[in-house]
């Protein structure tokens, strides 16, 4: 029997993975700041605290160094800890926690322990949140060895995509670009996963293959559609998962469209789609290519206040549709 | 009163807490732990010079009565997180010296299979969550240790060692403002050798005493001469009874000194010789505890004797079992970093 299909917001959807998650096994709490009452800065955590307790939905201090230690201790002893980031910046102050602790833990002790840690940050720009409230660091993490890094574009994998982070026996980073908690979409009931280190081909197309991260994946659907009635026919792949890269996946499709082109919000240097580029330099689908690889990225500034700025800082639809017109009419 | 009869226990009523607290056996081995942890750090610094260990090495050597008198309440299922002066903490929570010599060689039959060394020296069978190279990096892992025990409901308590230089590290305060405000079992020790690296406390530190800081905490801050193992036991009894009691935590300032340097790059240029001699020679952990067991009746030159020889073996044959471990595969480089791979 199929499960029921309910549209749900993205923040709903993964907001019914924690309680799932927190059903199924005892050993599941969240923690992070202002979960509780509050209902978490974009209202993901809700009113699970009056479903399952302050204990079970725990409110910390403002300290994100000593909050992810925390969690990465109760990982290690047994609790399988859900940390939320009121914003993903704020990771800037628990590097140490993420990338010396929770990242190096098993491997420096010979695999004699895991960490089985869910972390959670709601990412990007466009809330006029300006410089420290709008960045997007999941290629930071991606960098580290033992982190495994994803970013769910639509409802469906944020639910899917959680439920398979917490059943993971390794730290799982979860991106949550904060312009998709609102989108909605089709989310079955009940238990499901989506796998990491799975990439998913949104849209087939014979002219180029768009490799779209987070938010960009919608946008670059859209400037697909645009295309499509100039007879440009788009592949989107959405990576979803920044570590470990789903390489084949965008190796398969390169080689049958023969043009690639990268689009993700953080900013264009030594970003993913330095990372993408570089694998299909490297692959056999470079023999494939008829044009340059092309990067849409962020600008290489930080996030601007002013609307109209910020909106120029990251790549929109039309620019996606004009890169995407160059490429295929060979300007570039 | 483990180990002495009531008649012994009144005889004994004027000593200090561990020799009424513990029997002569008891005794005995922790006078057998703190020579091997002295000894294994000898052992190790002289295999470093020799070159069959390569990186570096945090010795403790002076500290012993510090980690040992912390461990001495613990049980098997009590857990630490401890620091890259480590290896005494690691010992007293029972490792064994011949897989750590292993670790520190490098090689598979090593606590962390090689790929840890000196620095991240663990022991997680018996509580050891590791040492960290992160000055103030174990603390606010100790709390989510401790908060698993409370949310499991496991009954364990746990111990945070960090050194006077972790004192000053926003994990600190961090970690400490959280285990009082949910009042978890963990207990901080801070164990303060006088010096960060180079700089002493009083050049880094506000405060005269670290335990002070509890008060900004609202949990108990107790100091203790921490080359005495009674009066580090003796604490660490009651803060341990106090954090099984659900009473929250307790921090200790355990006041010690490092006879060596910080690693094996210190030339000891900001201290001087005579303050080195000084602490050899009167404040030596081993020698006053020593000096404590014979004259209270506990043991004799000959079995101090014995203990000695009995630990130069042990040493002598972990310093042969790791020499004879093979060394992991260069294409099991990669294990270890995900779960599934290993």
């Known amino acids: 029997m199929d499960a029921m299909v309910r549209e749900l917001s993205y923040a709903q959807a993964i907001q019914e993975a924690m309680a799932i998650a927190m059903d199924m096994d005892e050993r599941v709490f969240l923690m992070g700041e202002d979960i509780g009452v509050y209902g978490g800065a974009f209202q993901v955590t809700g009113d699970l605290v009056d479903r399952y307790g302050a204990d079970r939905v725990l409110d910390t201090p403002i300290s994100e160094l000593g909050g992810a230690g925390v969690a990465v201790g109760a ?19 628990a590097m140490e926690q993420i990338v010396n602790q929770a990242a190096k833990m098993r491997f420096m002790l010979g695999g004699e322990v895991s960490v089985p840690l869910v972390m959670r940050f709601p990412a990007g720009s466009g809330t006029g949140a300006a410089a420290q409230h709008s960045q997007s660091f999941e290629a930071w993490l991606g960098h580290v060895p033992g982190l495994k890094v994803i970013q769910p574009a639509t409802p469906y994998d944020a639910k899917g995509m959680l439920l398979a982070a917490v059943a993971d026996p390794d730290p799982v980073m979860i991106f949550e670009h904060k312009l998709l908690y609102k989108m909605k979409g089709p989310v079955p009931e009940g238990y499901y996963t989506v796998p990491i280190g799975k990439a998913d081909i949104r849209r087939e197309g014979r002219d180029l293959t768009i490799v779209a991260t987070s938010i960009m994946v919608q946008k670059a659907l859209d400037a697909a559609a645009v295309l499509e009635a100039e007879g440009i026919d788009v592949e989107v792949v959405d990576l979803r998962t920044i570590r470990p890269m789903d390489k084949q996946t965008v190796i398969d499709s390169v080689k049958k469209t023969s043009r690639l082109m990268c689009v ?15 694998m299909i330099a490297e692959s056999e689908a470079f023999d494939y290519l008829d044009a340059p690889i092309v990067r849409l990225g962020g600008a290489e500034t930080p996030i601007p206040y002013n609307p109209e700025l910020e909106k120029a800082t990251v790549p929109q639809v039309p620019d996606i549709i004009g890169a995407a017109r160059d490429l295929v009419k060979g300007v570039r | 009163m483990a180990g002495a009869s009531k008649a012994v226990a009144d005889s004994r009523a004027n000593l200090p807490f561990v020799y009424r607290q513990y029997g002569a056996e008891q005794l005995k081995q922790v006078l057998y732990k703190m020579y091997l942890i002295r000894r294994f750090e000898e052992g190790a610094e002289e295999c470093y010079t020799r070159g069959l260990i390569h990186g570096t090495m945090h010795l403790s050597i002076g500290q012993e009565a510090s980690a040992m008198g912390i461990c001495m309440p613990l049980t098997e299922d009590d857990q630490i997180t401890s620091t890259h002066r480590g290896h005494g903490h690691c010992i007293a929570k029972g490792a064994e010296v011949k897989r750590m010599f292993a670790e520190f060689f490098g090689k598979t039959t090593g606590y962390c299979k090689g790929r840890g060394g000196s620095m991240h020296i663990a022991d997680v069978g018996k509580g050891n969550l590791g040492a960290n190279g992160i000055v103030g990096g174990g603390i606010p892992i100790a709390v989510g240790a ?16 960090f050194g006077d230089g972790a004192n000053n590290e926003g994990a600190f305060h961090e970690a400490l ?16 050798n006088g010096y960060g690296m180079s700089t002493s406390t009083a050049r880094s530190t506000a405060v005269k005493n670290i335990a002070d800081r ?27 009874e106090r954090a099984r009691a659900g009473e929250g935590p307790t921090l200790i300032e ?21 303050e080195i001699e000084d602490w050899m020679s009167n404040r030596d952990p081993i020698t ?39 060394s992991p595969d260069v294409s099991e480089t990669g294990n270890y970093v995900y779960t599934e791979l290993a």
């Open chain 2, 177 to 192: 403002n959280m285990a009082a405000v949910w009042q978890l079992p963990v207990i901080f020790v801070c164990e303060n």
């Open chain 2, 288 to 326: 006053l505890f020593e000096n404590e067991l014979r004259e209270f009746g506990f043991i004799d030159d000959k079995g101090i004797e014995a203990i000695r020889n009995a630990v130069a073996q042990e040493i002598a044959d972990g310093i042969e079992f790791a020499k004879a471990s093979p």
């Open chain 1, 75 to 93: 990982a290690v002893t047994g609790m399988r800890p859900i940390f939320e980031f009121q914003f993903s910046d704020f990771a800037t102050l």
């Open chain 2, 146 to 161: 401790a908060l698993s025990s409370k949310m499991m409901k496991t009954g364990k308590v746990v111990i945070s060692f």
């Open chain 2, 214 to 240: 509890a008060a900004a905490y609202a949990m108990p801050g107790v100091i203790v001469n921490g080359n005495i193992f009674s009066e580090v036991a003796e604490a660490s009894h009651k803060a341990v």
């Open chain 2, 254 to 274: 355990s006041k010690t000194y490092r006879h060596r340097g910080h690693s094996k790059s210190d030339r000891n240029r900001y201290r001087t010789k005579e």
């Open chain 1, 264 to 278: 993700y919000e953080a900013v264009k240097t030594l970003g993913i789609g330095a990372e993408v580029s570089a």
